[in-house]
């Protein structure tokens, strides 16, 4: 789990945390046979569609947010109390975001979370680059335009000391708002993606 991750839930009380063809006498060799008897190779099947269990961000659920969001199911919200406190400006703040609700994926069986990160009011790109930019150690970043529900986001993949990450943001009357999947390895990551995809298709503003 991130450094970030591990002090967030320690130091706030209410935070849970191609291939290359060589070529010879001008042909491209044909792939090599697999030997008699051998056993196919495996592959990682994707996971399956999260479903909807409960929802986040709208009046009356654990965190007050600009947009809400379907949760999967065993997903546990939190809402982090006092994320303005200059004393925790260290664990809640990155970049020109602050952290105000984590989602926790263990009771779902993962070990990770979903973070809400509110900004000020702006372009979505420039709030995201400046959130990965923050986050130390990342690198192989790359954005795309894409969609939040129906709003138009902006999404980040890149590493964090080689392990996998991912961001959308989106902009809203009421600033920035950027979801970010953490977890404590890539292959954790993956296994999460279901319910990222599931927030990200399904957010909206209230």
Same mark, same amino acid.
């Given at each position: 789990m991130p450094e970030r991750a591990r002090a967030i839930?320690?130091?706030?009380?209410? /935070?849970? +945390?191609? %291939?290359?063809? /060589?070529? +010879?006498? %001008?042909?491209?060799?044909?792939?090599d046979a697999p030997a008699a008897g051998a056993a196919p190779r495996k592959t990682t099947a994707p996971a399956p569609a999260a479903e909807a269990a409960a929802t986040l961000g709208g009046s009356g659920t654990a965190c007050a947010l600009p947009v809400s969001f379907a949760l999967a199911e065993g997903w546990e919200p939190k809402a982090v109390k006092d994320p303005e406190n200059p004393e925790f400006a260290a664990l809640t703040r990155q970049g020109p975001a602050v952290v105000r609700c984590e989602v926790d994926a263990k009771p779902a069986g993962n070990i990770g979370y979903l973070r809400v990160w509110t900004a000020p009011k702006g372009p979505a790109r420039a709030a995201l680059e400046g959130f990965v930019r923050a986050e130390k150690g990342s690198s192989a970043v790359t954005y795309r335009e894409t969609k939040a529900g129906a709003l138009p986001a902006t999404e980040a993949t890149y590493t964090v000391q080689?392990?996998?990450?991912?961001?959308?943001?989106?902009?809203?009357?009421?600033?920035?708002?950027?979801?970010?999947?953490?977890g404590l390895d890539t292959e954790e990551h993956r296994a999460m993606l279901p319910a990222y995809e599931l927030a990200r298709t399904t957010t909206k503003t209230p």
């Open positions: 839930r320690t130091a706030v009380p209410a /935070l849970v +945390a191609s %291939g290359l063809l /060589l070529t +010879a006498c %001008g042909t491209t060799p044909k792939p080689d392990k996998e990450e991912r961001a959308f943001a989106v902009a809203t009357p009421k600033g920035t708002v950027i979801v970010h999947l953490g």
